[in-house]
């Protein structure tokens, strides 16, 4: 599970975004896209659902970061899901990648190395959740 220092500044990383982070989130698709191109037939041709549901995935993963049962439980049906839309185990370190860029873009200086290394940390939890979920789903 995640320590008190990085769950705080995961916390404060989200404090810190923008009062409409739609555009920041769509960048963040439009890196995914670059990084890994062949992810993007899974997603619709207009992303703005897409990055509602990614910005409200991440507020609820913060606001449940104190509630690990239900954090892990809710992390693995993500992943259960994602094996259905034909997302691969080796797609969750283009999706790291492109969230940690996004945050440095969006959050600039503000974004420091203690809150990279925070994100690191939960986004290693969060994907290896997420895996756990997917691979139970795989026949």
């Known amino acids: 599970m995640l320590d008190a220092s990085t769950k705080r500044l995961i916390k404060e990383t989200i404090a810190l975004f923008p009062s409409d982070p739609k555009p920041l989130v769509l960048a963040f698709y439009d890196r995914l896209f670059e990084l890994a191109p062949r992810t993007r037939p899974m997603f619709p041709d207009n992303l703005e659902k897409q ?72 986004y290693a939890f969060m994907s290896g959740e997420m895996e756990r979920g997917q691979l139970a789903d795989v026949p």
């Open 51 to 122: 990055a509602q549901k990614l910005t409200e995935m991440l507020v609820w993963i913060v606001d449940h970061l104190e509630q690990p049962d239900e954090l892990v439980g809710q992390l693995r049906q993500i992943g259960g899901r994602h094996a259905g839309y034909g997302v691969k185990v080796d797609h969750y370190a283009d999706v790291g990648s492109a969230l940690i860029w996004m945050f440095r873009k969006g959050l600039g200086k503000n974004f420091t190395s203690e809150m990279e290394q925070a994100w690191f940390a939960t």
